[in-house]
Every structure is written in C-alpha cells, then in structure tokens.
C-alpha cells in the first residue's frame, strides 16, 4: 500500500459521518449495526476481526484432520445439487488435488452450482475430514483471492459477516482518502509503523499473515498513543489552571518531622520530597498517593497539611464515609495538638450550632484543617484561604466530585490516596493524568499477618482458634461474599453465618452483623460498636473492604475466599494486623479450579500488595481489578495493556514527547491528530 501524507488542512471529519451513507444500509440494517455499536463510518472501520484463517493453499496430505483449509483442484464430477427438508440443499462435487479425489459437499448454497463447470480449476475453502477424504466446504474462491487471509469478525445474527465485511470494504473504498495519520510521520517511523490507510486495509484484507500482524501492531500502538494524548492533555489543562504557590516554611516543617515518635521509611521521606516540590510550585498539583495497607499514607498526608499550615493556608481532607471522617479526625487531632494546627470535623451528623459555628470559623481562616465526607462539597462551604485538598480512597468519589472539591477554594492543589496497590499497567492507563507516588514499604517493627489456605472441613478448627483469642482479649472479623442464600452459588451468606456464631461464642462473646444493605448510618453505628469492643466478632460482607482501624482485631477469617479476587482479598486482611497483637488471616476455601487454587497459594506466598496486585491483574485482567471504570479508562477495541505494557509505555513517551514541542498542534504532521483530538476531547473532560 503506497505512503499517503498529511495535507496542512487534512482532517477525519468524513469518517465521523453516520454508516446511513453506505448503499445497503437501510432502516433495519442500520439498527443492527446500531447493537454492534457501530454508528459512524470509523466505528466501522474499528470493528476489527477477531481472527484470520489462512486461505493459503495446501494438500491433503498435509492437512491435519478438523483443520480448516484451502484446497486448489480440478471438478472431477459433475455438481449435483439436491434439496431436503423446507428450504435445505446440499451440493456435491468431486475435487481432485493432485492425486486425491477429495469429495465436497455445501450446504444451502445452491447458487455456486452455475459457477462449477466439469474439469475447471477451482479452489474450495472449507473443514477437511481426513479419515473419509471430505471437505464441508464454506466458499468457492476466485484465482485472486488464494493466499489471502479471510478476517473473521464479531458478527450477530441482525449484521452477517459477509454484510460487515462488504460494508467496510465500501466504506475503504469511499473513505480511503479520509484515512490521514493520526501519528506522526516522526513517531511512524521510530516504531516502524504503517500509514493509517495501510493499517486498515492490512486489518481487514491483509494478504499474508506477515501484514495482518504489521497492522495489528499499528492499530494497537494507534489506540494507545491517542489514550495517552488525551491523558497528557488532561494533565496540561490541569496543570495550566491558576495554581497557588504554597511557599512553606522548609525549617518549621523539617524541625516537626524531628518531633515525630518514629523514623520515617526512605519511601516515606521521598514521597513527601515529591509532594511538598509540588506544592511549593506555581503550577496546580493532581497527584495520587498510593501505599499498601498500614504503609503510613496518613502521616505523609499530615506532613502536607502542616507544610499548608506554615505557609498560612487551609487544608481540607475528605473521606468516604463518617466513621472513616471520624477516625481521620481523632488521628490528625492528636497528631496535630502540640503544632496548635486546629482541627475541625464536618459531616452529615453534625448538629446545625456546631455547623454554623464551624463555617464561620472556617470562613474567617480560625480553622487549619476541615476533615469531613460529601459535606465538605456542600455550597455553602467558604474556606477563608484553602490551599489543599485532599480525597481519601479517591476510588470512592466521582470526577465530578474531585472536580467540586477543587472549586470550593481558590483552585488548592489536591492530594488524592488510596490504599489499592496498583500496578505500573493500570497507573499509566486509569490514572494517567495526575503524577503518582508511592509508597512501597512498611514500618519498620510491623509485625507481618500470618496467613493460611485451609479446606472447608478445617471450618470448626479455626472457629475454635477464634475463640482461643478471644479468650486473650482479641476481636475478629468473619468474611463472607453473600447477604442471603442463592440457589446460583454454594456459598456462605453474612444472615446464616451470624446465627451460627452466636450460637457458637454467646453469651461470653458478643456477636456484629455488617452488610452492604445497611444504610450508612447502621454501618457507621456497627463498626463504631466493633471498635469500642461492644462486638468481638463482626460478621460482615466486603464492605470493610476499606474501613476503620480496629487495633484489636487480630483475626480475619475469610469464606469462600476463592470468590474474591487477590487484591480484594489483601485488602480484607489488612483490616487485621493494626495494632500489636500478632494476627492471623484464614482463607476458606475449596476452589475447582487452576485458576482459584492460583489465587489462594499467592495470597499465602506473599504480603506484598504491589505483588498480588500484578499477579491479580494477570489472572483477572484490568476490567475486573479495576472495578467501575475509573476516569479515563477505555476499553480498548484492540490494544492489551497488561501484555503490551512495553507499548503503552512507549505511545506514553511519544505523546509527552509531542506536547513537548512549542506550538505542537501547528505542525503540518501533527494538524489531523490535533484537530481529531479536539472533536473528541469533550467526552474525556465530562466522564463520570
């Protein structure tokens, strides 16, 4: 396919035009292409194939039996075309490869009998049965098209494949003009990558395996690299907001970290380097903070907030929930009180005085630090001089909100954590338009939890080893993936194993249920009972997932511990473990498959959230670690990040390497990208 270029005034306008244009797309034709998602003449072009099938020719004796597969012959035998059934034919002919006289048969294809003549040269593509000597054929090929590779597509029963695969063979034909490169000519060639007219034609009608891979390749690279020009725009629209300078006193904040009771972690100490860089820069600050659990996330956040404080500005933390607002609040007060940073708690519980009170001394700049939940976003928050903000388990609030947070000040620089290791795959991808630190070490002194896989049958065992520590004083939790019964799934469910384990420990022992049907008032009164040792044992669904310290809790038992994915598990068990008792986590389970047993050896092979996390996103894939999409995270129609991560990183360094350039979206080789990205970029700003 011969090299186009970009004209200075090229851009894909045509391509987004409705598939209504192409001859053949009627009313009904244009709804079932509707329900593949294809709407536009470029979603049409980026319904790529599944996979080929070779139409290169081969004999019989070197063709394995099942195999799909090209033979080129002479039509030994008249075509015989008889019909049974309503509407059903079958056509049979003789085929003769060389030596073998190979019998074919089609089924309701009655037309192919006027395109056969006695002794002509045909090539039949179809499925070869090797003990009788049969081909099930599936179409006669013209001379030009043997050798070629058939795509086979993600068709359904409203659009065949011979319809999709006209209709973009149409739409090539039409539009092929339109196809100008989207990457540079500059980048094309560093990677050794095809035009975009040649990606598509080689996508769809490649002529060798050799080119449909080249193509795959390119389109791959394609996707990645305007992903990763959306998320560097992001970050540049971002960082070109009116930022504030937060020029912190560095002796007051250095002579505060002496007073600390522990050493920082090296890791600990460079996070902070990075934060507080920022934070001193004119420029906005959007950075995640991610750490594995009881990785110290909360004092490098209280080192931001005390940097804000000497700089004379406000800092604002918000958290997902009260009881989580609540704990912030307690820690941050105590940890707080000798530097008199003032410390101040808004929820949704607050008492209209206290409210009242508290915005007005947040308004004349009294208060240092507001910790609260969504009432931090409420309208009738002024912050007399707000500085930073920052969202705790970030993964929990929506663009939107983050987005609020921000205008609630004079533009703060915002600080976002989370306590979900994720790996390098998945940072550059969902979390491609803040800067990210992270911590990846423990304290020293923290003790490692003990962790074991048992069967089912071991249950009572480990019911009694409950009550054992109990007996010295501990609290534990019980894990289970279902409220109620299902008739679907042989599992454990939060009601039944409640009854059985008040059974089992009362009346020594006081018994908590906690599920996800609880409003969050009931949640917030049931862990907050758990916490004051009213409860000894907390029955509870996934919803402690992310939640409060419970120093006392040193048990985690774990049922069927085969249903939750790795990093959901290592979040369970890093609710135990936070204070100084040794602590324990049990997985029951017994898993059917490679694939849970995988699982459950790795959680007992490592504590290493980071670990776990790629070994999750390996077994799982980005959908499910994930969870809801995060912002900006596409499902990619071709591109793999976890197994092309050596690419995504590389469409990363283009993009940032082309939005380095002065006035990049004037260059003649850049006018189609810039001005693609621009009728595209709204959707990005806007998802939620």
């Known amino acids: 396919m011969e090299e186009e270029t970009n004209t200075m005034g090229a851009a894909p306008i045509p391509l987004e035009n409705s598939v209504e244009e192409l001859s053949g797309v009627g009313e009904k034709r244009l709804l079932g292409l509707h329900h593949l998602s294809i709407f536009t003449i470029e979603d049409l072009l980026m319904k790529f194939p599944l996979r080929y099938s070779d139409l290169a020719t081969k004999l019989p004796s070197e063709t394995g039996d099942g195999e799909k597969v090209t033979f080129k012959g002479m039509v ?57 000597q049969t081909l099930s054929g ?9 050798d070629e590779m058939e795509a086979i597509y993600p068709a359904s029963k409203e659009i065949q494949q011979r319809t999709l695969k006209s209709l973009i063979e149409q739409a090539l034909g039409k539009y092929q003009d339109d196809l100008v490169n989207l990457i540079p000519e500059s980048i094309r060639a560093q990677y050794k990558l095809l035009s975009r007219k040649a990606m598509f034609f080689g996508m769809h009608f490649p002529q060798s395996l050799i080119e449909a891979q080249n193509a795959r390749r390119t389109a791959s690279f394609e996707e990645f690299f305007i992903f990763q020009m959306r998320m560097q725009l992001l970050k540049l629209m971002d960082q070109n907001h009116q930022g504030r300078a937060i020029v ?27 934060i507080v860089a920022d934070m001193r820069r004119p420029k906005h600050m959007n950075r995640l903070l991610q750490g594995d659990v009881g990785s110290g996330k909360t004092v490098v956040a209280a080192l931001a907030i005390y940097a804000a404080f000497t700089a004379g500005m406000q800092a604002a933390l918000m958290a997902p929930t009260e009881i989580l607002a609540q704990q912030h609040a307690k820690t941050l007060g105590d940890f707080f009180d000798p530097a008199e940073v003032r410390v101040e708690l808004l929820t949704g519980s607050t008492k209209a005085a206290a409210r009242r009170q508290i915005l007005a001394d947040l308004a004349d700049g009294s208060i240092d630090l507001l910790i609260g939940t969504h009432a931090l976003i409420q309208d ?50 969902s979390y491609g338009e803040m800067d990210i630190s992270v911590i990846d070490q423990l304290p020293k002194g923290r003790q490692p939890i003990q962790t074991r896989w048992l069967r089912g049958n071991a249950l009572e065992q480990v019911v009694k080893f409950i009550l054992q520590q109990l007996e010295t004083g501990a609290q534990a939790y019980v894990v289970t993936p279902l409220i109620e019964e299902s008739e679907a799934l042989d599992v454990q469910n939060a009601h039944a194993v409640y009854e059985e384990l008040q059974k089992y420990f009362m009346p020594q022992y006081q018994v908590g249920l906690l599920h996800g049907r609880m409003n969050n008032q009931e949640k917030d009164a049931v862990m907050s009972q758990f916490k004051s040792n009213q409860f000894q044992v907390l029955v509870a669904t996934t919803v402690i997932e992310v939640g409060v310290d419970v120093p006392n809790a040193s048990v985690m038992m774990i049922l069927d511990a085969d249903r939750f994915g790795l990093a959901q598990l290592h979040q369970l068990r890093g609710r135990v473990g936070r204070g100084s008792r040794a602590s324990y986590a049990f997985l029951i389970a017994d898993p059917k498959t490679q694939f849970g047993i995988e699982r459950m050896e790795a959680m007992t092979a490592t504590t290493d959230g980071f670990v776990l996390a790629q070994k999750d996103l390996e077994l799982r894939g980005a959908g499910d670690v994930l969870g809801r999409r995060q912002s900006g995270m596409p499902e990619f129609k071709i591109g793999d990040p976890v197994k092309d991560l050596l690419m995504m990183e590389a469409a990363q360094q283009s993009a940032m390497q082309v939005l380095d350039a002065p006035n990049w979206d004037q260059a003649p080789e850049n006018k189609a990208l810039a001005h693609y990205l621009s009728e595209t970029m709204e959707r990005y700003r806007n998802f939620d």
């Open 76 to 132: 030994s035998s008249a075509p015989v075309l008889s019909r049974f059934g309503y509407k059903k034919t079958r056509l049979n002919f003789r085929l003769l490869v060389e030596h073998d006289n190979i019998a074919v048969t089609f089924f309701n294809q009655p037309w192919l009998q006027k395109k056969l003549d006695l002794e002509q040269e045909v090539a039949v593509y179809g499925t070869y049965e090797k003990s009788k």
């Open 248 to 274: 912190f006193d560095n002796p007051r904040l250095k002579a505060f970290i002496q007073t600390l009771p522990f050493e920082l972690t090296d890791a600990q100490k460079k996070v902070v380097n990075e």
């Open 380 to 429: 009738d928050i002024v912050f007399h001089n707000l500085g930073l903000a920052i969202i705790d388990e970030q993964h929990r609030f929506g663009v939107k909100q983050r987005a609020k947070l921000r205008e609630i000040g004079m533009n703060p620089d915002i600080l976002a954590m989370t306590a979900t290791p994720i790996p390098r795959t998945l940072a550059i991808t």
């Open 138 to 146: 599936i179409k006669i090929l013209l001379p030009d098209q043997v």
